[in-house]
């Protein structure tokens, strides 16, 4: 088995090193690329640290990438499964915080605190563990709202499997305890990210540049436009009447928790062909995010009504299609930069201001 490992784990650290070379040489300015790069090389050094005993205190200067790379992941597979992604105080205090339960770990290691640094381990873990889940949450609920056939079979291929791989590190590293790990399970971590590393660096060295950046993978407002003749082939006439009626007309955005299931049932067409028109001729990248924009078009017209300006924001988000406030808000303050708060009241100050200078030219 130290054999196999010795085999495995240096082409591991190898093909992760060369992912994330790939991803910076092809798409450095592109942020979930950058975010790649980061875990490809932190998986080289968790490799590395994690190779034999001692090596943690060995190489302490690679420590920080180590023992974040379970949240570089965690960012990666956050940056792929959300258009709108950016790093936020939250996720940098998910790092600092693991990065103090692993420092600590190591800590209690140095100084002989056993029942420390086991107690520890578990914290660490089940930090890791939550991290892990929230992964597979997000690949799981946003799989039937997204409208990109190549970034579902994603969600499935690799988020979901580098999940569950994570997940059996975080067990076996909870099950150690702090104890030097067994050579068959040395052997079976170096050889099983060398299959995933492979296949990464394979993926990236046949990809076109646009992939390489995951213009694939992108909101419609960056994609590139589709060339009109091509996409005038695309649009399905009748479905696109038939869309238009039911979101303008019969308003079905209003009901809560409509899904692109639902909607293609109530127009009589395939959920396939469906998800294909919203996203190729309709240029959405995900379901909701379309069903979003005409909710928050309903409640703008609403902020904008003086007869309402006492109405709630609550009641207008909860009329225009919203399950609760905070959702809304999100959406809202996604759309139009600002909250509904703000927004109301700059339109109803346009509004009157409007309205003065048309009574001042009368008069």
């Not at 798409?27 to 690329?33: C, K, N, P, S, T």
């Not at 060995?58 to 992604?85: K, Q, R, T």
């Not at 089940?126 to 949450?137: E, F, G, K, R, T």
């Not at 696109?240 to 009626?245: D, I, K, P, W, Y």
């Amino acid at each position: 088995m130290l054999e196999i490992d010795a085999f495995f784990r240096p082409a591991a650290v190898t093909l992760a090193l060369l992912t994330a070379f790939l991803l910076l040489r092809d798409a450095r300015f592109d942020f979930r690329a950058r975010l790649g790069a980061l875990f490809g090389i932190g998986t080289a050094a968790y490799m590395f640290c994690s190779g034999a005993p001692g090596a943690w205190g060995a190489s302490s200067l690679l420590l920080p990438l180590c023992i974040g790379n379970s949240v570089f992941f965690w960012w990666f597979a956050l940056a792929l499964l959300e258009d709108d992604f950016r790093l936020e105080a939250v996720h940098v205090g998910v790092l600092i915080a693991v990065l103090a339960l692993g420092f600590a770990r190591v800590g209690a290691h140095i100084v002989e605190r056993a029942a420390l640094g086991q107690a520890l381990a578990v914290v660490h873990n089940l930090v890791i563990l939550a991290l892990d889940a929230h992964v597979l949450l997000l690949a799981w609920r946003g799989y039937d709202n997204d409208l990109l056939e190549s970034r579902r079979r994603f969600r499935l291929l690799f988020l979901i499997g580098g999940s569950l791989v994570a997940i059996g590190i975080a067990f076996a590293e909870a099950a150690l305890a702090g104890r030097p790990p067994a050579a068959w399970m040395l052997a079976l971590q170096s050889s099983t990210v060398s299959i995933l590393a492979a296949s990464a660096a394979t993926w990236l060295l046949s990809a076109s540049a646009s992939r390489l950046a995951f213009a694939n993978i992108v909101t419609a407002r960056q994609a590139e436009p589709v060339p009109a003749i091509d996409r005038q082939r695309l649009v399905d006439e009748a479905l696109g009447a038939a869309l238009e009626r039911a979101m303008n007309i019969d308003r079905l955005y209003l009901e809560q928790g409509l899904t692109i299931a639902a909607l293609a049932k109530r127009l009589g067409v395939p959920e396939h062909r469906l998800r294909k028109h919203i996203n190729e001729a309709l240029g959405h990248s995900n379901f909701n995010a379309y069903v979003n924009r005409h909710r928050i078009a309903a409640a703008k017209a609403a902020l904008r009504d003086p007869k309402l300006a006492r109405l709630p924001v609550l009641t207008i988000a909860l009329d225009s299609g919203f399950a609760s406030l905070p959702p809304f808000n999100r959406a809202f303050r996604a759309e139009t930069g600002q909250s509904a708060t703000a927004y109301r009241s700059a339109a109803l100050v346009e509004m009157r201001s409007a309205n003065g200078r048309i009574e001042s030219e009368k008069s």
